[in-house]
């Protein structure tokens, strides 16, 4: 195995600012606000704060699958967090999501506004709110069971796999190698149940499908970290099929596009405030707006 260089941890660790890597910029040994900054609030039910990577978008996903079923209480306004900012220093955001990571949503619609965070927790909010994507009976545990699945699941995924393989600033063949070796298990849990199941859950689409796919899903059609042909992730045939299958409904096509601030033009809807919204203020339509009155 090629070997690191030598390091030998210190007795008491402490913040080294120059260590470098890919997210040094925001990553900090403490908690709680770094400044004063108001969140904006509109003028639907639920406020949404959040940016579309893989754990923002299970959240836009949902709420554009419960409007695509006609719960008109699930409009909602999103606000884009840009975390290599650091908007999620900002006292508003922390007030909202303690831990300050998007996604973060505040629930207007009672007298008192809630707060949920946590991608699954909010998942779970929205399913029982409108009771909707989320069986009852006996395969409620079995969602319930694959959504908290992915929340266990994903950071050895991101954390592990994606930090060492694609951002670390060296490439330390023990890290990759462990983190590919459970990755790869994992995509062969999720393999092996879809080969019995058409949905997670079973049957039916259900916010564990929402939950996994965005991470499961894209890591399958080679979009996260560029480690499809690394994994080889063509021979999860179960996955693909499943995958394919959500790709291609009309919520999560919309949801993918809410709060994204990268790739083509057309994909990116930085903020959402009304379903017209993705006719009329995707970034295309927007740049070409500046250019058409000099702005
Ligand atoms: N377990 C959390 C994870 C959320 C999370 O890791 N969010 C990332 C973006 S995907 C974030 O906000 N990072 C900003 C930071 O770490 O400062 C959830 O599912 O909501």
Request: hydrophobic share 40%.
């Amino acid at each position: 195995m090629t070997e690191p260089t030598a390091y030998a941890p210190p007795q008491i660790w402490t913040w080294n600012k120059e260590n470098g890597g890919r997210f040094a910029s925001i990553n900090r040994p403490i908690a709680g606000p770094t400044h004063d900054k108001d969140l904006p609030v509109g003028k639907h039910p639920l406020q949404l704060y959040s940016l579309a990577t893989p754990n923002g978008v299970k959240v836009t996903i949902m709420l554009e699958e419960l409007l695509a079923l006609g719960h008109s209480g699930a409009e909602y306004d999103a606000w884009l967090i840009k975390i290599s900012d650091g908007d999620q220093f900002g006292s508003g955001f922390v007030a909202v999501n303690p831990n300050s990571k998007i996604p973060a949503l505040m629930d207007r619609s009672g007298s008192t506004p809630v707060r949920v965070f946590e991608s699954g927790s909010i998942l779970l909010h929205l399913a029982e709110k409108f009771g909707a994507f989320m069986p009852t009976g006996a395969t409620r545990a079995e969602c319930l069971s694959w959504l908290f699945w992915q929340m266990g699941s994903a950071p050895y995924l991101g954390g592990g796999f994606g930090h060492f393989y694609a951002y670390a600033p060296t490439k330390i063949e023990y890290a990759i190698d462990r983190f590919a070796m459970e990755t790869k298990r994992q995509l062969d849990v999720l393999d092996r149940r879809l080969a019995q199941s058409e949905y997670l859950a079973g049957a039916d689409y259900t916010i564990a499908d929402m939950a996994v796919w965005p991470w499961y899903g894209a890591l399958a059609k080679g979009r996260l970290y560029s480690a499809g042909e690394f994994l080889q992730v063509q021979s999860y045939s179960h996955v693909q099929r499943w995958s394919d299958a959500i790709a291609a409904r009309p919520a999560v096509q919309r949801g993918r596009k809410v709060n994204c601030a990268w790739g083509e033009l057309s994909d990116q809807l930085h903020e959402r405030h009304d379903a017209s919204d993705f006719e009329t203020k995707t970034q295309d339509k927007v740049e070409a707006g500046k250019a058409a009155t000099g702005g």
